[in-house]
């Protein structure tokens, strides 16, 4: 009984006709066919590792890691000497910085205008200060724009002594790098719509503070109270602007930076004071 189930297994998976494994057999080894299965391991391992070091050293450059394609292996190369990317070519340091370097060593501000300045280029600055400046300085640049009425701190008066005072580059400069509570607008504005918009700050400090002999021959000047009541503009529409009571001061005011909404400033420190530098010891003899 037990020989017929044996057979009937040997039916049911199909072991009965199949030969013995050679590997798996006692005389195999005996003959000698373990170097030969050794070999042949040897042979397979090493056909499998050459292949995988064929896909994985492959010819690229693969970021952060060295190279054998250079002789400085390195997979990153070196920039060209002397080569510049495209719109970082800043000759004029001038034009994108407003300074110089002075005598001293230290920066420097200039009262000039890095290229000429037209009608074009002050309706682009008025057109620019409008947009960006007169939330904080106002239309007419006194300092007391519509967000100083909601509790601003009290921006620059642009008309006072100290102001005035500053060259022209000085508020390209403040523009780029911003100036205490006042933010940077170079992302704003480009390095030509900053001095644009500098242009237009001293003319309208000239406008401000114009007198009758600035005036062409022949050319009517009128009183601005004139002018409002002509127009029917409200009244004290030409008077001296007040300093509304729902502005806040922020910060304890600075006296020499002015009073808001009044020119000129009492007093005024239009002085700047750059430390002397020490002079070079004398060489040991």
Partial sequence: ????????????????DQAPCPVHSPSFWRMGG???????MSVMLLAVAGCRQDMQ???????????????????????????????????DSYFYTGVIEGPSGYRQEQNL?????TIDVLRRGQERFNIYCTPCHSRVGNGLGEIV???????????????????VSHYFYV??????????YSSQLTPTDRWAVAAYIRALQLSQAASASDVPSGVQVKDL???AREKNL??????????????????PPVTKEGNPALAPANPADPTIKIPVSKPAPAAQK
Avoid: C
């Avoid at 523009?175 to 933010?183: D, L, S």
């Fill in 225 to 227: 109270k004139d002018v």
């Fill in 234 to 251: 409200p009244e004290g529409f030409a008077a001296p602007w007040a300093l509304p009571a729902t502005a806040v001061q922020a910060y």
């Fill in 113 to 117: 205008m890095p290229f000429p300045v």
């Fill in 1 to 16: 009984m037990i020989g017929k189930s044996l057979k009937n297994r040997e039916q049911g998976t199909g072991n009965r």
């Fill in 149 to 167: 009425e909601r509790g601003y701190k009290p921006a620059a008066n642009l008309h006072d002594q100290v102001r005035l005072a500053q060259p």
């Fill in 175 to 184: 523009m780029t790098h911003g100036y205490g509570a006042m933010p940077d």
């Fill in 57 to 91: 050293n492959q010819p690229k450059l693969i970021p952060q890691r060295g190279s054998e394609m250079f002789a400085d292996h390195r997979g990153a190369r070196p920039q060209v000497l002397n080569t510049v990317a495209r719109g970082q070519l800043h000759e």
């Fill in 34 to 40: 373990k170097p030969l299965a050794i070999a042949g």
